[in-house]
């Protein structure tokens, strides 16, 4: 705010040393309205709305201590000062304590040094106003920003309820195999996926998926899933599908189609209960699927592209006879980000020994590795089961 931009209201007598005040005022550029009463300063004040009122004690018949109480009442952060010949001092303790910004003790011909005090003060409560306006903003905008939080968690919370809606039940018992999961997310949506089904041939299918990222746009690309576990159970003999490999074939295809910016890694694999045979391929999925019996545990080691990103990757398959008790074990890449050890291969190497040690269903390895008793965990988590129940 310049000079020429402040209005400036004088209270003082209408005659008198005073009469220099408005003067002085005028010429060092100030916009100026002079009153002689307490009413018509009150009146001013809620009509113009001045920048500062400059009160003079000399000679005045005006309750000083009345009107300060009266102007903070209409505008609490209206600055006053105090204007006298005679220094008064016996006053100023108390004005100032009833709420005057500052005093000046006034003498003939002083005009720089009231101008300079004026604007001073003017320029103090211009920058005391824009904190005030900046803490209200800034006070608004939390508000807001906590509404839409609020919103957006709803939002997800909802999204996680569909989501959890599309998981298959768990445990589930399908003629002699137990399927059961668990799934840790970072946020409240996953981009982590599991799903499993009988086949029309009696076989049953299952796979652990894991979408790149995390959260919503993660969470999304899970219904694409969905919807193709639904399409590929219904028409698995149209299809014309003879392996694994040639499922996630299909699924690249599939991906690639919905031109998507999340890639996804799968292992996905076929048990046939008759002739005691699990056929698998994988699609980059890791750590590897453990398969576990009472003769011990090895990973299911095999190579693959993610799905989603390349236009013509081969997926190999492979086959392995299973005992009448099995359990195939599958965690998503996540489990690696809460585990103590400081490389990739000790933490593969301790995966394999929990499973040996007998910690084969799902609730005994999320405790087992502290997934229960990590309060957030740093990408999602899945830990998925397949067991031979004989």
Not at 5 to 11: A, N
Not at 45 to 56: A, C, H, Y
Not at 200 to 211: E, G, P, W
Not at 294 to 323: H, K, M, N, T
Request: net charge negative; aromatic share 6%.
């Amino acid at each position: 705010m310049g000079v020429g931009d402040s209005e400036i209201l004088v209270v003082e007598q209408p005659s008198g040393a005073e009469s220099e005040l408005q003067r002085l005022l005028q010429d060092s550029g100030f916009k100026t309205t002079n009153v002689t009463t307490e009413g018509d300063c009150l009146s001013q004040i809620r009509t113009s709305k001045p920048d500062l009122v400059l009160l003079s004690l000399t000679k005045s018949v005006i309750d000083a201590h009345s009107l300060i109480s009266e102007i903070l009442k209409i505008d609490a952060n209206l600055p006053i000062i105090l204007t006298s010949v005679d220094g008064e001092e016996d006053k100023l303790v108390s004005l100032l304590e009833a709420g005057a910004a500052d005093f000046l003790r006034f003498v003939s011909g002083q005009g720089t040094l009231l101008k300079y005090v004026i604007e001073k003060t003017i320029q103090r409560q211009s920058i005391h106003e824009l904190h005030i306006a900046t803490e209200e903003k800034l006070e608004y905008l939390n508000l807001k920003l906590g509404e839409n939080l609020k919103i957006l968690e709803r939002d997800q919370q909802a999204g996680f309820r569909v989501q959890r809606g599309m998981m298959p039940v768990a445990p589930t018992t399908i003629i002699k195999v137990t399927f059961d999961h668990r799934i840790f997310p970072s946020l409240i949506l996953s981009g982590d996926f599991i799903d499993y089904f009988e086949l029309q041939d009696r076989r049953m299918l299952f796979y652990i998926a894991d979408v790149s990222g995390h959260g919503a746009s993660s969470a999304f690309v899970t219904v694409l899933l969905k919807s193709l576990s639904r399409r590929l159970q219904r028409d698995y003999k149209s299809l014309g599908f003879d392996s694994p490999g040639s499922i996630l074939t299909w699924l690249n295809r599939e991906l690639l189609q919905c031109d998507l910016e999340q890639h996804v890694t799968m292992f996905l694999g076929i048990v046939d209960c008759e002739e005691n045979t699990l056929e698998y391929s994988n699609a980059a999925q890791f750590p590897a699927a453990i398969l576990s019996s009472d003769d011990g545990a090895q990973f299911l080691e095999i190579g693959g592209l993610p799905l989603g990103l390349y236009q013509a990757p081969e997926y190999d398959s492979r086959s392995v006879s299973l005992p009448l008790h099995f359990t195939i074990v599958m965690f998503s890449d996540g489990v690696f980000e809460i585990m103590p050890q400081q490389t990739l291969k000790a933490k593969e190497e301790h995966l394999l020994s929990v499973v040996k040690c007998g910690k084969r269903d799902v609730e005994a390895l999320a405790e087992q590795l502290g997934i229960e008793s990590t309060r957030e965990v740093p990408d999602d988590i899945a830990v998925f089961t397949v067991a031979g129940v004989g």
